[in-house]
């Protein structure tokens, strides 16, 4: 495969990179007949974005975050509602090109087309041998992609080497062998195996059915088990059931002729009994009218009774309510009582208020005398402390003073010393011109230390008046003092005596309420006691007639109840002369015992038809225990053709797998793969590192089992160690020889080949010594397997200026080639198409 014209429109890297919309590319024109093609460019330039692109796949391996589908989505690479990629490329002698498009304007959706050059120089859609045709679908242009250019995984692995992938060395072993068996061409093998593990999985299920008709089988045994124990006895039942039946027969019979007798003797007691029945309702209604009149009697009764009661509760309310309102004047004139009682101590403090109010307000005064005399004592320490602070300035100014007419004593002496006295220098002598100066200032300084101590006079004066003034004052706070107190208890005083002058008022009320309370009182009467009650006439005469009533009513029941004896005594004697009647409960029992004698003959009977059918199913039960028999054998025979088949086909099935044929094939791959590897890194890089590959690792208990690893043997220093331990740039080393060996194997033995390799920055962990031989390899690599060209991308300019061309980008930029290029080729597109 190899890219020969690329059309992007609407990619954020080109257009962040480029600041375009639109790039085209022809690679035929910008490349011609080089082999190594360098894409250089400042960073973020869009270099990734082209790389990812110059192949049909459907996927930008560089931003992908997972192999495989669902591991990548163009949608967060555009940017325009409606993006395209036009990708024309060249594959085994035939012309290809693929059309995605990428529209974000409403519903997300993509579109793959692939279109293949006929012979006649048209293009039509791509149709695979099983008639699969492009038809813009995604998973259409996928397999028609892979059965034109192989798996992506092997694509990506062995000729594009797209920025961040993961080395050979970081692959688990499950996905290093099916990379493996994909460029061993082993789907077949694949294939087969998972045909006959679909087919294990189906046999496993069939499997499972028959074990669970052989559970059914186990429960219908336990069923019929069951049933022939519960069935053991049935002969013995039905003989018992025929028996049981013949007695019960036997009681019915006898039963029937007791019923029929005593029938005969209820007839013949029917006209005796009509009698008594005359006689019986006489009696009742006898009793049922004197119980009439009884109750009718002692309802009247019991409504004298209740007036009674009615008399009683209204005289023990009348008296209850007396004996309340009793109390309450009581209460009352209690109180009257108690307030006349302070009327004297009233009287006075109506005459003493005044008198108070006149002391309260003479006391008031003198606090505000006191008040004035402790705020002119505030007034005299407040002063005293001014003329104090005073008096410490004016004595911190003199020594200050003093200080300095010492001071200048001391420099006016130096007058005589100093040494230029009479010379020519005097005049420019600064000591002598400053012990002059002294002498100038001598009479100023004393003038203010006399200053000073005037001052100072002045204030000791002013202190000693104060003082006096203070002293005078001292006592005015214990007077304030001694006066708020006499204010208190005077002020408490007109306070007591308001109180009590307002109390003349209620004096007043208290005496003409008390009159009328006595009056109520002598008009109540006496106060009875608890266990004689007064009542009035009407109450007297009202319970003397209700108790007449009821001793007439008592009469009157007496006489009743004594006529209603003697008629019944009567009824009842000739009640007596009759014969006895017949006994009606012996002919119910009778009925009743040939009612349970019929039931028990039925009984009997069901009985015996139960036994009958039990014995009848247990013949059944047998017939169907030799069927299952025989059912049993057959699935039994059948379940173990099933796990035959199971084993065998899950034996083949890991035959088939890439523990199996295929790690074979791998193992036999392995040297030529490491012998590649060797020649890449002999011709390239020296003889110090050579490569084995390992398909069977050890594990910590010393076993070995199936394994991927990349054992790398040092000839400088004779150690051997695994790639994951190298250093970075060995590692990338190391991993890059590995790649392209797999590249190497794959054009020289699979029959799969590509004409153009792809690498982008995949030298940026190697020195400048190792890029140079990063370079050479990629020519021998070249030359190795009959490529045709590769694309690399590097930020290393000497390895860029090795290339046979370079695409420069910036440059294309910066004189507007691209741009005019892009233009041209979109319109010679729109023609073609239109064409």
């Avoid at 230029?420 to 220098?425: M, P, R």
């Avoid at 797999?742 to 690498?759: I, K, M, W």
């Avoid at 190697?766 to 890029?771: A, N, Q, S, V, W």
């Amino acid at each position: 495969m190899q890219p020969l014209k690329l059309v992007l429109k609407g990619f954020r890297g080109i257009r962040a990179g480029l600041g375009q919309h639109l790039l085209t590319l022809d690679f035929e024109r910008l490349a011609d007949d080089a082999e190594l093609i360098a894409i250089a460019g400042a960073n973020g330039r869009g270099k990734t974005t082209l790389m990812d692109n110059m192949h049909p796949y459907l996927t930008m391996p560089s931003r992908a975050a997972l192999s495989g589908p669902g591991g990548f989505s163009y949608y967060d690479h555009v940017c325009l509602p409606e993006n395209e990629k036009h990708l024309t490329w060249a594959h085994d002698g035939r012309c290809y090109r693929s059309q995605v498009v990428i529209r974000l304007n409403g519903r997300r959706k993509t579109e793959a087309y692939l279109h293949v050059l006929n012979d006649a120089g048209q293009w039509s859609p791509v149709r695979l041998d099983d008639g699969l045709v492009s038809d813009g679908k995604v998973e259409t242009y996928n397999r028609c992609v892979e059965a034109i250019c192989g798996s992506a995984d092997t694509f990506f692995t062995s000729v594009f080497s797209a920025q961040g992938k993961r080395q050979l060395s970081t692959y688990r072993n499950a996905e290093i062998k099916t990379l493996l068996s994909d460029l061993l061409g082993q789907d077949e093998i694949r294939a087969l195996g998972q045909k006959a593990s679909e087919t294990a999985k189906l046999l496993k299920a069939g499997l499972l059915v028959i074990r669970q008709e052989l559970t059914g089988l186990d429960a219908e045994q336990a069923r019929i088990d069951a049933g022939q124990q519960r069935l053991r006895d049935v002969s013995a039942r039905v003989q018992q059931a025929l028996a049981d039946r013949q007695s019960a027969q036997v009681v019915l019979d006898a039963d029937r002729s007791r019923h029929a007798r005593l029938v005969a003797e209820r007839d013949q007691s029917q006209a005796t009994d009509a009698r008594r029945a005359q006689l019986l309702a006489e009696r009742k209604a006898l009793i049922d009218t004197g119980t009439h009149t009884i109750n009718a009697l002692k309802a009247q009764d019991q409504g004298e009774v209740q007036r009674l009661d009615r008399l009683d509760q209204r005289v023990t309310t009348r008296l209850a309510q007396e004996r309340s309102r009793r109390a309450v004047l009581t209460g009352s004139r209690r109180d009257c009582l108690a307030t006349l009682e302070v009327q004297d101590a009233v009287r006075r403090a109506g005459s003493r208020f005044p008198l108070a109010e006149q002391m309260l307000g003479l006391r008031d005064a003198r606090i505000a005398a006191c008040r004035q005399r402790v705020a002119q004592l505030a007034h005299c320490q407040g002063a005293e402390r001014l003329l104090m602070q005073k008096l410490a300035n004016i004595e911190q100014e003199a020594g200050r003073a003093v200080l300095r007419e010492q001071e200048l004593a001391h420099r006016f002496g130096l007058v005589g010393e100093v040494p230029c006295v009479g010379t020519d220098l005097q005049g420019q002598c600064k000591l002598l011109g400053d012990a002059r100066e002294a002498q100038v200032l001598i009479p100023s300084a004393k003038a203010q230390i006399a200053s000073l101590a005037a001052d100072k006079v002045v204030v000791l004066q002013e202190i000693v008046a104060i003082r006096k003034q203070r002293d005078v004052l001292s006592s005015a706070p214990q007077a304030l003092i001694w006066a708020e107190r006499r204010v208190e208890v005077a002020r408490a005083r007109v306070s007591r005596f308001a109180m009590l002058a307002a109390k003349s008022v209620q004096i007043d009320q208290a005496r003409s309420s008390l009159l009328g309370i006595e009056t109520e009182l002598t008009a109540l009467g006496p106060d009875p006691d608890g266990t004689h009650r007064t009542e009035t006439a009407d109450e007297q005469s009202e319970r003397q007639q209700i108790m007449s009533g009821r001793q007439h009513i008592s009469q009157q029941l007496a006489q009743q109840a004594q006529h209603y004896r003697d008629a019944l005594d009567r009824l009842d004697g000739v009640l007596a002369t009759l014969p006895a009647p017949f006994d009606a409960p012996q002919l119910e029992a009778a009925v009743q015992a040939q009612t349970r004698s019929a039931l028990a003959v039925t009984a009997a009977e069901q009985s015996h038809l139960a036994a009958e059918r039990d014995a009848q199913t247990l013949v059944g039960l047998s017939e169907q225990a030799q069927a299952l028999v025989a059912r049993r054998a057959q699935i039994e025979a059948r379940m173990s053709r099933v796990e035959d088949s199971l084993g065998a086909w899950n034996l083949f099935a890991r035959c088939m797998s890439n523990d199996g044929l295929i790690a074979l094939a791998i193992d036999d791959a392995g040297p030529a793969l490491s012998g590649l590897a060797n020649d890449l890194l002999l011709a390239c890089y020296g003889p110090r590192f050579t490569v084995s590959i390992l398909t069977l690792v050890e594990t910590g208990k010393g076993e070995q089992r199936e394994g991927f690893d990349i054992l790398v043997h040092d000839g400088e220093s004779g150690d051997s160690k695994s790639v994951g331990l190298m250093s970075g740039g060995e590692r990338v080393w190391v991993n890059e020889c590995l790649t392209r060996a797999v590249a190497l194997y794959l054009a020289q033995h699979s029959g799969r080949s590509y004409d153009t390799l792809f690498s982008d920055e995949a030298d940026g962990a190697l020195d400048p010594e190792r890029k140079r031989m990063f370079m050479a390899m990629k020519r021998e690599v070249l030359r190795l397997g009959g490529y045709r060209r590769e694309f690399y991308v590097s930020q290393t300019p000497e390895l860029t200026a090795m290339a046979d061309v370079v695409i420069d980008l910036d440059a294309m930029v910066a004189d507007g080639s691209l741009i005019e290029h892009g233009a041209r080729s979109e319109d010679a597109t729109a023609r073609q198409e239109a064409a």
